[in-house]
T-cell receptor, first 112, second 113 residues
Framework: DTAVSQTPKYLVTQMGNDKSIKCEQN?????MYWYKQDSKKFLKIMFS???????INETVPNRFSPKSPDKAHLNLHINSLELGDSAVYFC???????????FGPGTRLTVL | GDSVTQMEGPVTLSEEAFLTINCTYT??????LFWYVQYPGEGLQLLLK?????DKGSNKGFEATYRKETTSFHLEKGSVQVSDSAVYFC????????????FGKGTTLSVSS
């Protein structure tokens, strides 16, 4: 059983398009996260939700909009994609607070 | 703000060599510390963690000790294998609600037979 799953694994699209990445966890965790890994493998937090409520919103362009329909799902929608959005996006989940975060396999987004 | 500094890579070793990857941190309060590993083409997996000073985390022959006096959490393994080739990330999280992992830049380890 996959604990944190993401779809799609690969996403290739043209500049200006709108795309979504989906994340689901079956660990019963209340907190979910989106991280971005750039081409140099640097990882940085984008958003965090606790029980469907947004609690972290880092300096991310407002073209990025997270949505949490329930506490097991956290989706990421990106409008008007730009070349600089090309990266690997990781979803993660944890119990609230400083507990261990469990990561999904990542979605490699390539914007042409 | 809080930050994590890891030694620059890549680190290239022969099988059965001793591994050390240095990690130091800057944080207010008492964060929890983690090492995550990313194998080629995969996501991040927790390797080990420590939640308070002098704790030692260990897993799969790797270990790291939370040193508050030197603000360090160095990763060590006595005898590396080819299968240990991966990118290793040191990370911290503040012990308070509403925070996320802060990662170091990652260290690439390549082990040859």
């Amino acid at each position: 059983d996959t604990a944190v799953s993401q779809t799609p694994k690969y996403l290739v699209t043209q500049m200006g398009n709108d795309k979504s990445i989906k994340c689901e966890q079956n660990l019963g965790h209340d907190t979910m996260y989106w991280y971005k890994q750039d081409s140099k493998k640097f990882l940085k937090i984008m958003f965090s939700y606790n029980n469907k409520e947004l609690i972290i919103n880092e300096t991310v362009p407002n073209r990025f909009s997270p949505k949490s329909p329930d506490k097991a799902h956290l989706n990421l929608h990106i409008n008007s994609l730009e070349l600089g959005d090309s990266a690997v996006y990781f979803c993660a989940s944890s119990k609230p607070g400083a507990d261990t975060q469990y990561f999904g396999p990542g979605t490699r987004l390539t914007v042409l | 703000g809080d930050s994590v500094t890891q030694m620059e890579g890549p680190v290239t070793l022969s099988e059965e060599a001793f591994l050390t990857i240095n990690c130091t941190y800057t944080a207010t309060g008492y964060p929890s510390l983690f090492w995550y590993v990313q194998y080629p083409g995969e996501g991040l997996q927790l390797l080990l963690k420590a939640t308070k000073a002098d704790d030692k985390g260990s897993n799969k022959g790797f270990e790291a000790t939370y040193r508050k006096e030197t603000t360090s959490f160095h990763l060590e393994k006595g005898s590396v294998q080819v299968s240990d080739s991966a990118v290793y990330f040191c990370a911290l999280i503040a012990n308070q609600a509403g925070t996320a992992l802060i990662f170091g830049k990652g260290t690439t380890l390549s082990v040859s037979s």
